[in-house]
């Protein structure tokens, strides 16, 4: 069964198309772990566009939007854009790969919320590095490194073969509209603010929580009550059901140290020093 893309590639009109194309086929030269999506070519016959386009953005873990002179109010390619700003995770990164010598202050205002990356060598190796890090499971930086080297001159070769453009530069920025975009721009970037300041906290009390399990296992069984280590075990696998961005892996240590747990309970001799009091036992 294959597994999930990772990497959505948006478009828009033909030569934004190409370099689309172009990316998909290359990336996963350079990281292996890469698997892009494109609409073009991965929504089988048959499927809806719109749940083919869902599907691939719940596995998303970067996005790169194709961007030419031809194709920067394109509704389609800013409905993409929104659509990859509103996945449900967090961590996805987003980035804007510019062709025909754009510059990031002429692009339109739900495209400035991304970062803008130019189509050439030392930017494109950036994106890559960039990329590689939001992995599940990333490739060493000198491994990619390499493989950039090598495969960089076939993916600079279709870009040069792009059909020139016939779309006239975009017009200067207007410094009043401008303002009023960045404006919409940091209120729009609230609620993922807010969404990472939340993931950081969650990820500090599973780091907390794993250090008390992990200091409960380490110690010897004696001297820590059965109500101690049923009260850790309790607390694991609450915060395990509680993490609904745990990977599966995650929730598997879950798994495995809470069934740590238990078989001290089962097998462990009771500390009589700290044994919790019997409620049918008569004190003498």
């Excluded at 494109?38 to 939007?65: F, N, P, Q, V």
């Excluded at 940091?186 to 500090?204: G, I």
């Excluded at 794993?210 to 694991?236: G, P």
Aim: hydrophobic content about 35%.
């Amino acid at each position: 069964m294959p597994q999930p893309p990772n990497v959505f590639i948006s478009w828009s009109e033909e030569r934004s198309k190409k370099v689309a194309l172009a990316l998909r086929d290359w990336l996963p030269d350079v990281i292996q772990e890469a698997r892009p999506w494109m609409s073009a070519t991965d929504i089988e016959r048959g499927s809806r566009w719109a749940e083919g386009i869902s599907s691939a953005l719940a596995t998303t873990k970067a996005g790169i939007i194709c961007l030419t002179r031809e194709n920067l109010t394109a509704p389609w390619l800013l409905f993409e854009a929104g659509a990859l700003a509103k996945t449900n995770d967090p961590k996805t990164r987003i980035w804007t790969y510019m062709l025909d010598e754009l510059k990031p202050e002429v692009l339109p205002g739900p495209l400035k919320m991304f970062q803008a990356t130019p189509a050439d060598k030392p930017n494109t190796h950036e994106l890559l590095r960039s990329i590689n890090r939001y992995l599940e499971e990333p490739i060493t930086p000198d491994r990619l490194d390499r493989a950039f080297e090598k495969n960089w001159d076939d993916l600079q070769k279709k870009l040069k073969e792009l059909p020139k453009t016939t779309a006239p530069p975009p017009p200067p920025p207007d410094p009043a509209k401008t303002a009023t975009e960045t404006l919409e721009l940091l209120r729009s970037l609230a609620p993922a603010v807010t969404a990472q300041a939340e993931e950081l906290q969650r990820a500090r009390q599973r780091e907390l929580i794993t250090t008390q399990v992990a200091e409960a296992l380490a110690a010897n069984a004696r001297s820590t009550s059965k109500l101690e280590r049923e009260r850790l075990a309790q607390a694991w696998s609450l915060k395990a059901l509680d993490e609904p961005s745990s990977s599966v892996r995650e929730l598997q240590r879950f798994a495995d140290l809470k069934q740590q747990i238990d078989d001290m309970n089962k097998t462990a001799p009771q500390n009589p020093e700290r044994a919790e009091p019997d409620p049918k036992k008569k004190p003498k």
